[in-house]
C-alpha cells in the first residue's frame, strides 16, 4: 500500500503487505531528515534518519528514501504488522525540525 | 528509567488560570525542547534550549515562557490560560544541536474548560 502523504493522511494495509508512506519536504535546503512513529497516547518515537549526502538508508524492516529533485522523502515498511498501526510523521530540519501532517497508517489483520 | 519524562500527564483547568509543565531527561543530553500538538495532529516547535540557553523561540505568545533550571530540566509555564491552547505538548531532547534524532516525551494533554 503507498500514500501520498499531505494528501492522503491515511493508509490501510493487510498484514503482511510492505506499506510506502510518502512526504514531500518543502525546502531544498534541508539537511536532515527523519521518520517518527507516533502511536495513540504517547510521543514521536524516532524510525529512521537520513542525511542529505545519501538517499538510501535501511533499517530493521524500514527503508528510508531521498529524492532531493523532487524534494521527497519515502518510508517503506516490510511484512507490514498491526504493530506498526500508528501516524507516521517526516521531519526536516534546516536550523529546527518542521514536521509534516502525518499519515494514518491501519494494518488489517 | 524513562528518558524523557513530562508532568502532568493531563492538565484540566479553567480559561485565565496559569499553569507549568516540567520535563526531565535522564539521557544527558545537552537540548531540550517544548513542541505543541494540536487536534489535526500538527506539530510545531516552540522552544528550544541548549545548555540552559535559548536557541529557538518560534512566534510563541508572550504568556508561554519556558525556564531552563539545568541542562536536564525544561519547565514551561503558561500565564492566562485561553482556549487556544489546549493542545498536547511534547518535550524532547537531544544529543546537542547538530543532526541528531529527538527523543519525545509522552506529552501533556491540556484541556481548557
Known amino acids: 500500500g503507498e500514500s501520498v502523504g499531505l494528501h492522503l493522511p491515511t493508509l490501510s494495509v493487510q498484514e503482511g503487505d510492505n506499506s510506502i508512506i510518502n512526504c514531500a519536504y518543502s525546502n531544498s535546503a534541508s539537511d536532515y531528515f527523519i521518520w517518527y512513529k507516533q502511536e495513540s497516547g504517547k510521543g514521536p518515537q524516532f524510525i529512521i534518519d537520513?542525511?542529505?549526502?545519501?538517499d538510501k538508508r535501511q533499517g530493521q524492516r524500514v527503508t528510508v528514501l531521498l529524492n532531493k529533485t523532487v524534494k521527497h522523502l519515502s518510508l517503506q515498511i516490510a511484512a507490514t504488522q498491526p504493530g506498526d498501526s500508528a501516524v507516521y510523521f517526516c521531519a526536516e530540519r534546516i536550523n529546527d525540525m518542521r514536521f509534516g501532517a502525518g499519515t494514518r497508517l491501519t494494518v488489517k489483520p | 528509567d524513562t528518558a524523557v519524562s513530562q508532568t502532568p500527564k493531563y492538565l484540566v483547568t479553567q480559561m485565565g488560570n496559569d499553569k507549568s509543565i516540567k520535563c526531565e531527561q535522564n539521557?544527558?543530553?545537552?537540548?531540550m525542547y517544548w513542541y505543541k500538538q494540536d487536534s489535526k495532529k500538527f506539530l510545531k516547535i516552540m522552544f528550544s534550549?541548549?545548555?540552559?540557553?535559548?536557541?529557538i523561540n518560534e512566534t510563541v505568545p508572550n504568556r508561554f515562557s519556558p525556564k531552563s533550571p539545568d541542562k536536564a530540566h525544561l519547565n514551561l509555564h503558561i500565564n492566562s490560560l485561553e482556549l487556544g491552547d489546549s493542545a498536547v505538548y511534547f518535550c524532547?531532547?537531544?544529543?546537542?544541536?547538530?543532526?541528531?534524532?529527538?527523543?519525545f516525551g509522552d506529552g501533556t494533554r491540556l484541556s481548557i474548560l
Open positions: 539521557l544527558g543530553h545537552d537540548t
Open positions: 537520513i542525511r542529505s549526502n545519501m
Open positions: 534550549y541548549n545548555n540552559k540557553e535559548l536557541i
Open positions: 524532547a531532547s537531544s544529543l546537542d544541536t547538530s543532526n541528531q534524532p529527538q527523543h
